[in-house]
């Protein structure tokens, strides 16, 4: 048999698409059709499914893969698509803080209940980027725009009336989308400006805390606002488990052409997905 093997390993036993998590916010698509079951996937044949079990470490002398349940998987190549972790620790205050993840689904459920039935007239939400880079860029602005849309049709984003609910979305850099997409970039700051939305540029946040529901946010610019909601993009890294192939800024470096990994140019070794930074 000269055809090649190939092993999937993933740590989770259903799959779900980041876009659907808006999905859900609006109430368009209930969390349950969310999620796509691994043992349903129709794979071809050679390819083996191995799920709920996560990888915890990779052995690049032996190269082999190993797993939590110790067995050990061998490769002759190796494509990383680990995805990303959060690093709440590296901002004073933020885990012990109340914030809301929308990368996560379960915060997502939580925030279409804030949205739609909690907030309250006059109150304040902030949507926060907490660091570059982050994956799906485009999230933390469509959250927003579809909090203002949710908050519109509750009638509370009438300018000149009390009821009016102040949308915030701050973050670190002076444009959104700098770089390669200028234009995107551009549609958002019009799409802020014709909504309402406050746009804070250069914003990187220094620390947090909440005291009596009020959220307390300051910026390395010195500047301190309250907020009755927070949500947040949070500060991202390539699993731990990768650290033996990350950067400074704990992301795996590799080439834009080949997706090979910088570090084992050569080897047989990938990098793909939110965990790679691609150069």
């Known amino acids: 048999n000269n055809l090649a093997s190939l092993t999937l390993i993933d740590k989770k036993g259903s ?16 969390e349950k059709k969310a999620a796509m ?28 893969v190993k797993l939590q349940d110790k067995r050990e998987i061998p490769f002759d190549r190796l494509v990383l698509s680990l995805g990303l972790t959060f690093n709440y620790d590296i901002i004073p205050g933020l885990r012990e803080s109340h914030f ?4 996560n689904m379960k915060h997502v459920i939580e925030l279409k209940t804030r949205v739609m039935k909690d907030i309250k007239p006059g109150q304040r939400i902030l949507v926060l980027v907490c660091r570059h880079p982050y994956k799906c860029p485009p999230a933390p ?3 927003a725009f579809l909090i203002e849309e949710m908050l519109r049709k509750r009638g509370l984003r009438e300018e000149k009336k009390k009821s009016y ?3 915030t979305i701050a973050f ?16 958002y700051t019009k799409t802020c400006e014709a909504r309402g939305i406050e746009m804070c540029r250069d914003h990187i946040i220094q620390s ?15 500047k301190i606002r309250d907020f009755e909601l927070v949500c947040v993009t949070p500060p991202q890294q390539a699993p731990s488990v990768l650290k033996p192939f990350t950067n400074k800024i704990g992301f795996v470096p590799s080439h ?8 084992y140019s050569g080897q047989g070794i990938y990098a793909i997905g939110d965990c790679a930074h691609i150069l």
């Open 15 to 30: 799959f779900t698409v980041g876009a659907l998590h808006q999905y859900v916010l609006t109430g368009r698509l209930e």
């Open 165 to 167: 609910v102040h949308i």
């Open 172 to 187: 670190p850099k002076k444009f959104p989308f700098a770089g390669p997409f200028p234009k995107i970039g551009q549609v």
């Open 37 to 64: 079951p691994l043992n349903r996937a129709t794979l071809p044949k050679g390819v083996n499914l191995i799920s709920n079990v996560s990888c915890t470490g990779i052995d690049m002398k032996r190269r082999v």
């Open 100 to 103: 809301l993840n929308i990368c």
């Open 256 to 263: 834009y052409e080949t997706l090979e990994v910088n570090a």
């Open 141 to 143: 602005f469509e959250v």
């Open 208 to 222: 947090m805390d909440t005291k009596s529901g009020l959220s307390s946010v300051t910026f390395q610019n010195g």
